[in-house]
Structure formats: structure tokens, C-alpha cells
């Protein structure tokens, strides 16, 4: 799928990615999902399913409360609080600890509910204040959804697909 460049584009790629990679997790055991056996978000590391939905969830509940805080005119720390951009890969193992209590279903249903409100977001703008206007240094508020859904949601059905291939899953 292209990059998106507009609304539709946007809503389009968000939600065709997404039902890809909700086919991928529909095959995995339950039981299966909190074992470590995908490549990690940082080096050398490696983390569960259920690691890697804690991780979307993250994301896109970061990216709401960035939305959130930019629509009533707050400040908002950029990636997140405590966090710089060249430290991904500890906000990765946050996420997975923020989430670590729930089980597959859960995170699958948390992902569904996160998802839903960034379409929500998405929805609730126009063409030009996703693309057209700055929204985080020179990037659009389109192209930082982008960023934090469609694409980690192809990557993650990726990795979940060779995951399974490796253990004969499908």
C-alpha cells in the first residue's frame, strides 16, 4: 500500500492494514502469545505477541493524548514524557510493561478500541488540517498517524506472519 497523502488515502491504509494484521493474530493460540519468541523492538532482543500488541497500543494511545493535548493548546513531549526520539527502544519496554497484566484478548481488544478512536480522530479532521499544516516540526498530523498505525501495523503482521510460518501456525 502507497503512502497515504490525504484523508481518504489515510482512512483507507489504516483500516486495510489493520484487517490484515487482525487476520494474522485470529490464527495464535492463546497460550502462544505471551512466549518470547519475535525479534524485539530494540537489538538483540526479543518479545511475545503479546509484547508487540502492548507496543501498538502504545503508540496509538500516545498519539491520542499527543491530539488530545495539541487540540487544547497544551504542550506536548514529543515522544513522550521522559523519553527522547533516539530512545525508541526503551519506550518499546515500557509499553510492554504498561500492558504486561493483560492477556491476548485483552490487548487484541484494546488495540480494537485504540484503533477505532484514531480513525475517530482522523475522521473528526479535515483534509488540510491532516496534510496540509504543520502539525509536529514540519510533519503533518496526517503523516504522524501514518507513522504510528498503518505502518507498524504491516510491520507487525510481518513479523507475527514469519512468526507463524516458523511454527507452523498456518
Do not use: C
Request: no cysteine; net charge positive.
Amino acid at each position: 500500500m502507497a503512502i497515504p497523502k490525504n484523508k481518504e488515502e489515510l482512512l483507507h491504509s489504516i483500516l486495510g492494514n489493520y484487517e490484515k494484521l487482525k487476520t494474522e493474530l485470529a490464527g495464535i493460540p492463546s497460550e502462544l502469545a505471551g512466549i518470547r519468541a519475535l525479534e524485539g523492538h530494540s537489538k538483540n532482543t526479543v518479545m511475545s505477541v503479546n509484547n508487540l500488541l502492548a507496543y501498538l497500543v502504545g503508540w496509538g494511545q500516545l498519539l491520542l493524548k499527543w491530539s488530545d493535548r495539541k487540540d487544547k493548546g497544551l504542550e506536548v513531549d514529543f515522544p513522550e514524557t521522559g523519553f527522547k526520539w533516539n530512545e525508541l527502544g526503551r519506550l518499546a519496554q515500557k509499553f510492554y510493561q504498561d500492558y504486561e497484566q493483560d492477556d491476548f484478548q485483552t490487548l487484541i481488544s484494546k488495540l480494537d478500541n485504540t484503533t477505532y478512536e484514531v480513525l475517530k480522530l482522523v475522521e473528526s479532521k479535515t483534509n488540510n488540517e491532516l496534510y496540509e499544516l504543520a502539525w509536529y516540526d514540519k510533519w503533518p498530523l496526517g503523516k504522524m498517524i501514518q507513522l504510528n498505525t498503518t505502518s507498524p501495523f504491516k510491520n507487525a503482521k510481518d513479523r507475527i506472519r514469519k512468526w507463524k510460518k516458523m511454527n507452523q501456525l498456518h
